[in-house]
C-alpha cells in the first residue's frame, strides 16, 4: 500500500464535499485509489517532491492543492526506478496556472536538485509568443535573482545548468523545419490547435537518450474538431474508463471541464473547470474569479463571446451553429460502418442537393437501414460550377491552385 499527504488531503476534500471535480477527476480519483494505493511495487518520491515544492514556492509562486497533487504524479517511480507515469495531460480551463506550473517544472527539471545531466528540456508551441512565454519566465527569474545566477547560465535563447549542462529553449510548432532534440522533457502548449499528430512526433522523436523522459501535454480546448486533442482526450477517457490500463499507456490525464453546458450559470461549479477555483481561493484564483465573472455578465448583453467563454474559460467544446452547419456530436454520428454488399437489390431514392454559385452540387443513392439513413460514399459524388471553379482556380501542371 503507497500514498502521500497531497493525494491523500485532495481526494479527502473530495470526499468530505469542501471542493466539486467534475466526472473525469472523479474516475481519476476511483482509479488512483483502486489501482495505485493498492500498488506494492511503486512509490512517490518525496525527496522530489518536497524538493520541487519549496523550489517553486521560494522562486515562483505558492502552489494550490490541486498543483501538488499532480506534482506527486511526476514522481511517482516503480521499484525499479522507472517512472510509472511518462506522460501528463494538463487539460483545463483558461487560467489555470498551467504556463507558470511549467515554467517552474522547467527550470527545476534543469536544475541539480533534479540531479539528472543533460536533462534537456524543450517547450514547444504554435506561435513564437506562446512558446517563448514560459521560457521567458525562467529567464526574467534567474534575471531578477543573484542566488540562481550562481547556478544557471541565463541567455535570450537558451537557459543552462553550470552543475547538469542540461538546458532549456523554446521552438515553434513547425514538424517539418525541426529534426528530433536530445531531450529529457517535452512540454507541448496549445495543443488545442494541432491538426495531427505530426508536431509531437517530431519533437519526441529524440527522448530516450537520458533517463526518465517525460511529456507533458498542456492547454485548454478550441476550435479544431477530430485534431491532436480530441484524439489525446479520447486515449485519457479509456484509460479513465478502464479501457487501457494506465501502466500500459503511461499517461496521467487531470482533466478539468464543465460536465453540462448548464453548469456554466453556476458559479460554484467553475472549479470543475478550474482547479484554481477549488475554495478557499488564492489572491491569484480571486482575482480570476473576479475576471471570469465580468466576462460571464457581459454575455447577458453581448452573447458574441458566448462560444469563447464557454470553450476556454469553462473548457467545453462548443460550436456556433451560425458557422457550422451542425454539432460535433452530430458530425460524429454519422462516422458508423456499413457493408455496402448489404445493400445491394435494397430500395433507394436517388437524390440531389442543388446549390448556390459557390456552393458543391452533390448526388447520391439514399439507403434507409433499420432506423439509419445512408449514402454510401462510393455511390455518391460531387460537383462544382465551372463558371465558379475558372474564376477563382488556375490551373498548372502541378494541379489545381488557388
Known amino acids: ?14 470526499r468530505d464535499g ?17 489501482e495505485i494505493y493498492s500498488a506494492d511495487d511503486m512509490y512517490f518520491d518525496a525527496r522530489q517532491i518536497e524538493s520541487y515544492i519549496a523550489f517553486t514556492e521560494k522562486y515562483y509562486f505558492p502552489l494550490a492543492l490541486a498543483q501538488k497533487f499532480k506534482t506527486c504524479f511526476i514522481f511517482l517511480y516503480y521499484d525499479d526506478g522507472s517512472l510509472v507515469f511518462n506522460e501528463y ?24 536538485l533534479h540531479d539528472i545531466p543533460y536533462y534537456n528540456v524543450s517547450v514547444v508551441a504554435n506561435s513564437e509568443k506562446q512558446a517563448k512565454m514560459s521560457f521567458t519566465e525562467v529567464y526574467n527569474k534567474i534575471d531578477q535573482d543573484d542566488s540562481l545566477k550562481q547556478y544557471f547560465d541565463h541567455k535570450k535563447a537558451l537557459i543552462e545548468s ?20 536530445r531531450d529529457g522533457c517535452v512540454i507541448f502548449e496549445e495543443i488545442h490547435q494541432y491538426e495531427d499528430a505530426s508536431t509531437v512526433n517530431v519533437f519526441t522523436s529524440g527522448l530516450g537518450k537520458v533517463k526518465n523522459q517525460r511529456i507533458f501535454y498542456v492547454g485548454s480546448d478550441g476550435y479544431v474538431r477530430d485534431g491532436f486533442m480530441d484524439k489525446l482526450n479520447e486515449r485519457a477517457d479509456n484509460i479513465l474508463d478502464g479501457y487501457v490500463s494506465f501502466q500500459d499507456d503511461g499517461l496521467f490525464p487531470f482533466m478539468c471541464c464543465l460536465d453540462d453546458e448548464a453548469e456554466m450559470h453556476d458559479p460554484n461549479m467553475w472549479q470543475k473547470a478550474n482547479s484554481q477555483f477549488h ?61 455496402l454488399a448489404e445493400l445491394k437489390r435494397r430500395e433507394c431514392i436517388e437524390s440531389v442537393d442543388y446549390a448556390a454559385i459557390r456552393d458543391f452540387v452533390a448526388c447520391g443513392l439514399l439507403f434507409k437501414k433499420n432506423d439509419s439513413y445512408i449514402i454510401p460514399k462510393e455511390l455518391s459524388h460531387s460537383f462544382v460550377c465551372k463558371p465558379f471553379a475558372d474564376k477563382h482556380y488556375a490551373y498548372s501542371k502541378k494541379g489545381w491552385r488557388n
Open 1 to 14: 500500500m503507497i500514498s502521500y499527504k497531497y493525494v491523500d488531503d485532495y481526494i479527502q476534500q473530495w
Open 89 to 112: 495531460l494538463d487539460y483545463e480551463g483558461r487560467g489555470g496556472g498551467k504556463t507558470g506550473r511549467i515554467s517552474s517544472l522547467a527550470n527545476y527539471f534543469i536544475s541539480d
Open 18 to 34: 469542501k471542493i466539486i471535480l467534475n466526472k473525469r477527476r472523479v474516475k481519476l480519483m476511483e482509479l488512483i485509489e483502486r
Open 162 to 181: 553550470y552543475d547538469t549542462k542540461s538546458v532549456f529553449q523554446y521552438h515553434t510548432s513547425n514538424a517539418n523545419t525541426k529534426d528530433g532534440l
Open 279 to 339: 475554495p478557499p481561493l488564492s489572491e491569484y484564483a480571486k482575482t480570476l474569479f473576479k475576471t471570469v465573472m465580468q466576462q460571464y455578465k457581459k454575455l447577458e448583453h453581448d452573447p458574441s463571446g458566448y462560444e469563447e467563454f464557454v470553450t476556454k474559460r469553462m473548457n467545453l467544446p462548443k460550436v456556433d451553429l451560425e458557422k457550422s452547419v451542425t454539432s460535433w456530436e452530430k458530425i460524429l454520428c454519422t462516422n458508423q460502418g456499413y457493408d
